[in-house]
């Protein structure tokens, strides 16, 4: 596709549910990241894969928190058992990851999770 | 101290001024230097970077990079009121084994009309 894509746009659940989110990043680009943006704050690294191995898990808030990626291509990030504080908009971004410190990431539109 | 930071805010500059968006960061092996606009509600997009030195000019933006003062900085001349939005600062760190990119909290800028 043109650009990052990210699914579904707005999530309400309740708590305790689980919920998936997903990422189709640019075609060609080899590495994906997770953010987390809770209201008026700054980006929180969650987890970075090249390829389908996610060398960086360091950001992950708990063990409630999850994320696949398959076919180096498309990821899910899982959380579990969904509390208040994991309300926030959560963003996927690509890169092409050349192996440089050039290496730029361009974002998806984000998916605006609310935790009832 | 935070590995890159940022003065929140707000700036406020009026409409044909010169904004002034300022970043420091901590880490003396960063290499690469990124900044990002995004709107409320929006998602960051990416303006410019910058790798070395000195002064990068694009349009009616310049990134301003002092490596020995771990500073960058981005000019934004002419400003008008669609440039009101948060900036984010971005650093890469690490080595060929790996680089991690750390973003700052932003600025968030109001260009008055």
């Known amino acids: 596709g043109a650009g990052v894509s990210q699914s579904p746009s707005n999530k309400v659940t309740e708590k305790g549910k689980d919920v998936e989110l997903r990422c189709d990043p640019i075609?060609?680009?080899?590495?994906l990241y997770w953010y987390r943006q809770s209201l008026g704050q700054g980006l929180e690294f969650l987890i970075y894969?090249?390829?389908?191995?996610?060398?960086?898990k360091s950001g992950l808030p708990s063990d409630r928190f999850s994320a696949e990626r398959t076919g180096g291509s498309v990821s899910t990030l899982t959380i579990q058992r969904t509390q208040q504080e994991d309300s926030a908009v959560y963003l996927c971004?690509?890169?092409?990851?050349?192996?440089?410190?050039?290496?730029?990431?361009?974002f998806g539109p984000g998916t605006r999770l609310t935790v009832l | 101290q935070k590995e890159v930071e940022q003065n929140s805010g707000p700036l406020s500059v009026p409409e044909g001024a010169i904004a002034s968006l300022n970043c420091t960061y901590s880490d003396r092996g960063s290499q690469s230097f990124f900044w990002y606009r995004q709107y409320s509600g929006k998602s960051p997009e990416l303006i410019m970077f910058?790798?070395?030195?000195g002064d990068k000019e694009d349009g009616r933006f310049t990134a301003q990079l002092n490596k020995a003062s771990q500073y960058v900085s981005l000019l934004i001349r002419d400003s008008q009121p669609s440039d009101s939005a948060t900036y984010l600062c971005?650093?890469?760190?690490?080595?060929?084994?790996?680089?991690?990119?750390?973003f700052g909290a932003g600025t968030r800028l109001f260009v008055k009309a």
């Open positions: 971004a690509s890169s092409l990851f050349s192996g440089t410190h050039t290496d730029t990431q361009y």
């Open positions: 910058i790798y070395s030195n």
């Open positions: 075609s060609g680009h080899t590495a």
């Open positions: 894969f090249q390829g389908n191995s996610a060398p960086d």
């Open positions: 971005a650093v890469n760190i690490g080595n060929t084994g790996g680089f991690k990119t750390i």
